[in-house]
């Protein structure tokens, strides 16, 4: 038998590695294409899938309420949704762009005399008194040490609210992105544990529904929750003409979100409240202020008393890093998406090795 020569067996090896090398290269070229062609709407897609699934079990029960009817289900929860959205964006942006731009000229601003009551709080009032003093005589001698990393976080929240609009807009095609997801949600689902089993082999349908659980607890746990307290906080804050409620309301929202609290912000409205209200209502306010300060307490174990909770540090990074990199609507996908490469990770970390 002919033995085979060595240097035609090379020759053949090569000339697939050239050609598999330019498969992969045409391949590779193909996707990044692709990719850059959708790049501008992947955030929105994102978040247009999020808000789906989070929502696919209101979905089903507006489905069965409307008798099977699934677009007019999709369709009465995105106007909903929007309506969620708009109205209070209208009601809080003319506050929003005020005080940013009261940061940004924290060196001109100027601020009125406090009120002669405030010496007559405990421990604090005759400091505050004083400080308020000096800041309504010369701000800027007061506000000499502080002023620069004030106009930067007052810049920053103008170039933020300067693409409030395009905020919106992403928001309002996200959800109708939502909308068209969810009357396809059976075959998207289908189509998604088939992706996964293509990717992780046999648990792919674990995967998958791990994947479905930790967006949907996140989305509802922490997104949703922190949109529920704000809305309540900021509610008390237009009632009693906080000044710059919309700034107030953004800052507390990130800190929800961030999982920090909106404890600062409300303890601000509170003195504000009794320095400028009579007793009885600043009470009232005090009340609800504190009540919705504490709110996300009682609702937050109620989502993820079912599992997938997800370790603070993990939502907080997710939530900065997304709104450093994309915005308003970044605060929310980032939160997400990390929360979710966490739960995945860890599945995967704990998977028992095959023998």
Not at 28 to 41: A, R
Not at 45 to 68: E, H, N, Q, R, S
Request: net charge neutral; proline share 5%.
């Amino acid at each position: 038998m002919a033995m085979s020569d060595p240097t035609d067996n090379f020759q053949i090896v090569q000339k697939r590695v050239i050609e598999l090398s330019i498969q992969l290269a045409v391949l590779f070229i193909l996707l990044l294409w692709c990719f850059k062609l959708i790049e501008p709407f992947v955030l929105i897609l994102a978040w247009g899938a999020i808000v789906a699934v989070a929502l696919y079990p209101v979905f089903m029960k507006l489905t069965d309420a409307t008798g099977g009817r699934k677009k007019l289900a999709a369709t009465i929860l995105t106007l909903i949704l929007i309506g969620i959205l708009v109205v209070p964006t209208i009601v809080l942006t003319d506050s929003l762009l005020a005080g940013a731009q009261t940061l940004a000229d924290a060196g001109e601003l100027k601020i009125a005399p406090p009120p002669e009551s405030i010496q007559n709080w405990p421990l604090i009032g005759e400091r505050v008194f004083n400080y308020w003093l000096q800041a309504s005589q010369d701000l800027p001698k007061l506000l000499k040490d502080f002023a620069p990393q004030l106009k930067s976080i007052g810049v920053w929240l103008l170039d933020t609210v300067a693409g409030t609009g395009l905020g919106i807009l992403q928001f309002v095609v996200s959800f109708v992105i939502a909308g068209i997801l969810l009357t396809t949600a059976e075959k998207g689902m289908n189509t998604t544990q088939a992706l996964a089993i293509r990717l992780v082999g046999k648990r792919g349908s674990e995967f998958s529904t791990l994947t479905s659980g930790t967006v949907r607890n996140v989305a509802v746990g922490i997104v949703g929750v922190s949109i529920l307290q704000t809305a309540l906080l900021s509610l008390g804050f237009l009632l009693i003409g906080l000044p710059a409620a919309g700034l107030a309301a953004l800052v507390a929202l990130v800190l929800c979100i961030i999982q920090v609290g909106p404890g600062l912000v409300s303890l601000l409205a509170i003195i504000y409240a009794f320095s400028t209200m009579d007793t009885l209502p600043a009470v009232i306010f005090t009340v609800w202020t504190v009540v919705m300060t504490m709110i996300d307490s009682v609702l937050k174990p109620l989502v993820f008393g079912r599992g997938a909770a997800v370790p603070t540090l993990v939502i907080f990074l997710g939530a900065i890093g997304g709104m450093l990199a994309y915005g308003i609507i970044g605060l929310f996908v980032g939160a997400v998406v990390l929360s979710l490469g966490y739960k995945l990770y860890e599945a995967w970390l704990n998977e028992t090795p095959m023998a």
